[in-house]
């Protein structure tokens, strides 16, 4: 179970505010509190964006986050309490201020073909896929291609010298201690044609690009982990997934939040046959990365409206689907905000350490818009409070870590009766059912065998359980 952390707003450890090694690696009995296996780490390197995602030295951490030292002990730290680190790697782009794209704005032959430069006028027309944004940026009266905005210039992989370069960045970080890495915009390496002129996919490139990059890692650390970020439709991200051997669903989180969201068991178990439809066979190509929200993603508690309730019952849902669950820092205290495409600083507020926000290891980088002080979400007010949203959160965690066989289970049945969402796996010969009540009074239930309660809760008799509403269970 990963837990994805943005180290500026997680922990600080030398009193400037900003979130830091230092303080993260304090906070390590935090995560393995939580019942935490694995971190992911938003981009670390050196970038002048807060969020790290457009890079200008891919050889250094960011002054702010401490040195590689810190990063390195921070490592050795985790690996101690059992927990693999893995770091957001966004080769897709640099920063402008990278030097190699300030070179190629100087004229340097060779760093301007590590990146993509106008060649026909009619290519300006092109567009996102998504939004129908322009892809083509203007400095110095020169135009560059970038996808993601003017601020990231995207790098050209025809460039075999570039490739290498990818490689040696990856072997520096796995050298360091990195047990692997999260590939960021995987499907867009290659998605720019120029026959065409417009941006479209090449799929085919792309995953043998990721192929020869994922070969090279596992030479160096052949249990390397890797999870790509491919924000399409299944059968699209299989073709990636089976490459890394961890593809994130994002299908599967839609499915959760929108039919919780409506209490629509039925639409969701629909939702589930086809979004984790590799886990209903006998073989299973790669591991589903299942996910509720992310930075990129309004988080959940503003998702279902401050409905607790809702967001328990989601937390329960994805903890009882196979794969690899991956948490997003703040979500188990129930951290609010809205996702703006233009300033997603909404959902990477600070982490209320403390109900005031301030104190020893709190960073205060950005206001707390989403999540004001006195609010009651703090880990300083909720930790200490038996039935607390994070308390809860915490538990159906719990369940999990020691449940930890769900991940590579079989899904034999999905079925919807009285407004009850029933998730039949199996792993090893032995049949597991789950139960998710979406109603809002309590079910009675035939008593099939030894019950545990997820969230919620239940009451046993002689031959049936009372399983109250948006309460979840596991029978044996």
């Excluded at 060649?119 to 129908?132: G, H, I, S, T, V």
């Excluded at 959902?347 to 004001?372: D, M, Y």
């Excluded at 930790?383 to 915490?394: M, Q």
């Excluded at 359980?465 to 044996?476: G, T, V």
Aim: glycine share 8%; proline share 5%; net charge negative.
């Amino acid at each position: 179970m990963f837990y994805e952390l943005f180290l500026r707003s997680f922990a600080d450890g030398n009193g400037d505010g900003i979130g830091d090694f230092k303080g993260a690696t304090e906070k390590l009995d935090y995560l393995a509190e939580l019942g935490i296996t694995g971190i992911w780490l938003l981009p670390i390197m050196k970038s002048p964006s807060y969020h790290g995602y457009t890079v200008s030295d891919f050889y250094s951490v960011n002054p702010a986050y401490g040195t590689l030292e810190d990063a390195k002990v921070f490592l050795e730290r985790a690996h101690t309490k059992g927990m693999k680190v893995i770091l957001d790697m966004p080769l897709n782009h640099t920063a402008i201020t990278h030097p190699w794209f300030l070179k190629a704005l100087s004229g340097d032959n060779r760093h301007r073909s590590k990146y993509l430069w106008l060649e026909k006028p009619e290519w300006l027309k092109a567009r996102r896929p998504w939004d129908n944004q322009k892809v083509w940026s203007k400095l110095n009266g020169e135009y560059y291609y970038a996808l993601f905005g003017p601020g990231s210039p995207d790098l050209n992989y025809e460039n075999p010298e570039l490739r290498e370069e990818a490689k040696r960045i990856l072997s520096f970080w796995l050298s360091l201690g990195f047990d692997g890495f999260r590939f960021d915009a995987a499907k867009h390496i290659f998605d720019f044609s120029k026959e065409t002129g417009k941006c479209e996919y090449q799929h085919e490139r792309n995953i043998a690009f990721w192929k020869d990059l994922t070969e090279h890692c596992r030479k160096i650390n052949p249990d390397a982990v890797f999870v790509s970020e491919v924000w399409d439709d299944p059968d699209i991200v299989d073709l990636y997934s089976t490459v890394f051997g961890i593809g994130f669903n994002f299908p599967l989180a839609y499915a959760i939040k929108e039919n919780i969201l409506v209490l629509n068991p039925g639409k969701l178990a629909e939702a589930l046959y086809h979004v984790m439809n590799r886990y209903f066979g006998d073989e299973i190509l790669y591991a589903s990365g299942t996910f509720l929200t992310n930075h990129d993603m309004t988080r959940l508690l503003s998702y279902m409206k401050g409905d607790e309730s809702k967001a328990l019952l989601a937390f329960s849902v994805l903890t009882t689907l196979p794969g690899i669950p991956f948490i997003y820092y703040g979500e188990e205290l129930g951290m609010k905000g809205e996702y703006n495409e233009f300033a997603n600083e909404a959902q990477l507020e600070p982490f209320p350490w403390f109900e005031l926000g301030s104190g020893p290891w709190q960073t205060e980088w950005k206001a707390f818009a989403s999540n004001p002080p006195f609010s009651g979400l703090s880990y300083e007010v909720q930790g200490l409070t038996i039935h607390s949203y994070f308390s809860r959160v915490k538990n159906i965690l719990h369940f999990r870590k020691k449940n930890s066989w769900i991940g590579n289970c079989k899904i034999l049945e999905i079925k919807v009766k009285n407004n009850v969402l029933f998730l039949a796996v199996e792993v090893k010969g032995e049949t597991t059912l789950f139960v998710h009540n979406f109603n809002p009074k309590a079910v009675i239930l035939e008593k099939q065998g030894h019950t545990t309660l997820i969230n919620g809760e239940l009451s046993e008799f002689e031959n049936s359980i009372s399983l109250e509403r948006m309460s979840s269970a596991m029978i044996k």
